[in-house]
């Protein structure tokens, strides 16, 4: 057990696939020479070398298209998309041809393709560099979707999504990458996909978050206890396939959900989680399912007090919770 | 802006309350659920508890006052920034609320006020849950009705629920509260739900007309719950009525000698009572019939036998109840009734002394009744009624001699069972007090 931060999980579960196995290949922009625009990649080329680290040229699809290319002749590719906001000339690879593969094919092509996309806001970095896409990609059949929170979970969800037979869309927030410390386990730490997990438990209310909201939703739940508040905070981890049997579990006991996303609000994955709440947790609702989510905004701002009136924070998700209790 | 206090619905057909002592003067401060003043109703005294926290600014109505259920009594000044308008705005309309800006949660008033009014100013809203002028908040959450069904709360009973949610909506803390104070005082609910559906007196088609010097009698609240209770009786129940007499001079005789001593041992006076008592408990386990009430689905016979006693008081007659009363030897009978009817003189009694009843006896014999035609204790099966023990020249043998005999009286409900069985309910207790055999100087048999 060693505490390290999420970039050093997330690091290290490259490290380790890339010498576990020779299939292995990380590329994407600046992830070679550089180490990565923000150093998760350091390293990697100098040990591995240029055959199995790739600096790409600047073309999101073709990154994406050439993995999957790489993928059907027995490669492991691991693409790094350097910033989400980037990943939208991907999203036709990722869609028509990635996502499709194995039904298309009647099982006899998989596509084993891990895409790490870093994510999210509150580092100013403005229109360009902040967004969350989760929704876009949760929505498509074929295809998976993890959001890690703790280090443990960035280094075992990594690993598994690279053996994933399947492509998986893996998104790091990238404001957690030093601000979150954790222990992780020594050795091989695999963490499945799908299964959510409870972060802390409550019976007052259930906050479901993914991601950096895992974080500011811990902090609101600290200052819900001494308010007499206990709320339990779900950490759903995997978005797609979603974990409904711990997320009705937790309703059954607090009666409550607030869900929590950096994402806009309106037709976020939130939705999704509610709508599954309303209908098959109906008999155990004292209250509708609320969610919480970003304004109804096409970017994160680039001034600062416009940033932070953007983003979520403790404070913000305390308010809605207490405001869900006095239902 | 104060909030009123009101007098709450203290029973499915109480309609009104009179106040006792007021436990808190104007200026005092009061906790949430501190009580406030006592509540005096037709059978018991509560002391209700204050439904907001503050202080009391002013009492509304002074105590001995009667009045109906939902006026305002008192006056509380809840403190600043307190959800006040949460517990006690009407249902219409909190579009307030939904805005985040009023101080929300009952929970948590003052910490709730500042982050609030900071996202206000940071037009938090867009990113907070969205401001819509939210509709009433329907009263039964999913979760609330599936709780009722589960636990067979009455729809009735339901809507009586306090409601502590928004606009008065009735969360799931509410009913869990309510349940378990059903599970402390449950016989009190059935005591509330029995007097009749209406809650007002059948009157006759035309009042009376009055002549000079007549007066009118306010009915009290303990007459009109009576009159009530017996209408519905004879409306309801078909009466049919046994008679026999009981020799029970043996026992007359045994009590005579020894209660002075039982009083001295055991602090209490052993009456008859206690031994009829103690008879008619061992002749239901033999007719359950006895201890059961009439329902359209069927006969529902009680299991444990909860044994009711008319006990006379200055303006009425109220029943109290023996729990259990198999159970006790005839010593712990006569203890509790003088317990009991202690209790029922002072207006002491609490909701479990008179609620749960199976079966009833009545005394009219102390009076000096020697027959006595008695009305059912709704909703039960059968009552029981003991006459004076008047001594008579009777049969003995091929002789006459001076005996003690009673009328043991039984009216019943003749839905649930028949004469025969009526009468040999009635012969069973007469063959227990006849062939009682003095064991010593004891009073058990």
């Keep these: 057990m060693a505490d390290k931060r999420f970039l050093d999980a997330i690091h290290d579960a490259l490290h380790e696939e890339l010498a576990r196995d020779d299939r292995t290949v990380v590329l994407g922009e600046d992830v070679g020479r550089k180490g990565g625009v923000f150093g998760v990649t350091e390293g990697l080329y100098e040990k591995f070398g240029e055959d199995r680290v790739l600096d790409t040229p600047l073309a999101e699809s073709m990154i994406v298209g050439v993995s999957i290319g790489m993928a059907v002749n027995g490669l492991i590719p691991v693409p790094e998309i350097q910033f989400a906001d980037f990943i939208h000339p991907a999203f036709d690879q990722i869609l028509s041809e990635a996502a499709r593969l194995r039904y298309r094919s009647n099982n006899d092509f998989g596509c084993p393709i891990a895409i790490r996309v870093p994510y999210g806001g509150g580092v100013h970095g403005a229109l360009y560099h902040s967004q969350s896409v989760e929704a876009f990609y949760a929505h498509i059949p074929g295809l998976k979707v993890v959001v890690p929170y703790t280090p443990a979970d960035a280094k075992g969800l990594l690993k598994a999504a690279i053996r994933d037979p399947d492509p998986v869309l893996y998104f790091e927030h990238k404001k957690m990458y030093r601000l979150v410390r954790g222990d992780v386990p020594d050795g091989d730490h695999v963490v499945p996909i799908g299964p959510a997990v409870v972060r802390r438990s409550g019976r007052d209310l259930s906050i479901f978050a993914y991601g950096l909201m895992v974080h500011e939703s811990l902090g609101a739940a600290e200052a819900l206890s001494r308010e007499g508040i206990e709320a339990e905070v779900v950490d759903v981890r995997t978005l797609r396939p979603l974990d409904t049997r711990t997320l009705l579990d937790s309703v059954a006991r607090t009666s409550r959900a607030l869900i929590v996303h950096e994402d806009n609000r309106f037709g976020g994955f939130g939705a999704e989680i509610a709508a599954t709440i309303a209908e098959e947790g109906f008999r155990h609702l004292d209250a509708p399912p609320t969610r919480l989510g970003g304004p109804e905004i096409p970017a994160v701002p680039f001034s600062a007090p416009f940033e932070d009136w953007f983003m979520l924070n403790a404070e913000k998700i305390a308010a809605a919770a207490r405001r869900l209790v006095a239902y | ?445």
Excluded: C
């Design chain 2, 1 to 445: 802006m104060p909030t009123e206090i009101k007098m709450p619905q203290l029973g499915e057909s109480v309609h009104e309350g009179t106040l006792g002592k007021w436990l808190k003067r104007p200026g005092d401060a009061v906790a949430k659920y501190e009580p406030l003043v006592e509540v005096m109703t037709d059978k018991v005294n509560i002391e209700m508890p204050s439904p907001s926290a503050g202080v009391l600014k002013q009492i509304l109505v002074e105590e001995g006052q009667t009045v109906s259920t939902g006026t305002a009594i008192a006056l509380i000044e809840e403190p600043a920034g307190s959800a006040a308008k949460a517990a006690t705005a009407p249902a219409a309309g909190q579009p307030a609320a939904a805005q985040g800006t009023q101080a929300p949660a009952p929970r948590a008033p003052g910490a709730a006020a500042r982050p609030d009014s900071t996202d206000g100013q940071r037009g938090g809203s867009a990113a907070q849950v969205p401001v819509r002028a939210r509709e009433s908040a329907p009263r039964l959450s999913p979760l609330v009705r599936r709780l009722a069904e589960e636990q067979r709360i009455s729809s009735e009973d339901l809507e009586a629920i306090e409601g502590t949610g928004t606009g008065g909506r009735v969360t799931k803390e509410d009913v869990l509260r309510y349940l378990e104070h059903r599970r402390a005082a449950p016989a009190g609910a059935a005591a509330s739900a029995a007097p009749p559906v209406a809650g007002t007196v059948t009157t006759p088609a035309e009042k009376p007309a009055q002549a000079p010097g007549d007066q009118v009698q306010p009915l009290s609240a303990l007459r009109r719950t009576i009159a009530e209770r017996m209408a519905r009786s004879k409306r309801e129940i078909p009466h049919a009525y046994g008679v026999i007499e009981v020799d029970v001079t043996n026992l007359v005789r045994h009590r005579e000698a020894h209660k002075a001593a039982w009083r001295a041992r055991e602090g209490v006076n052993v009456s008859i009572t206690a031994f009829v008592v103690r008879a008619a408990t061992r002749a239901l386990r033999e007719f359950p019939a006895l201890n059961a009430t009439f329902t359209p689905e069927g006969i529902l016979v009680r299991q444990a036998i909860h044994f009711g006693i008319g006990v006379a008081i200055p303006d009425g007659l109220i029943v109290v109840v023996i729990k259990d009363a198999d159970r006790k030897s005839v010593v712990g009978l006569a203890r509790e009734l003088e317990a009991l009817a202690g209790r029922a003189r002072q207006r002491t009694l609490t909701l479990d002394d008179v609620s749960g009843g199976t079966f009833t006896l009545t005394n009219p014999g102390v009076f000096g009744s020697v027959f006595s035609m008695p009305i059912i204790n709704y909703p039960q099966a059968a009552i029981l009624a003991t006459d004076a023990i008047v001594r008579r020249p009777a049969v003995l043998g091929e002789g006459i001699a001076i005996r003690e005999i009673m009328h043991l009286g039984l009216a019943f409900d003749h839905r649930v069972f028949d004469g025969a069985v009526a009468m040999r309910f009635l012969t069973h207790i007469k063959q227990q007090l006849e062939g009682f055999a003095a064991a010593g100087d004891s009073p058990e048999f």
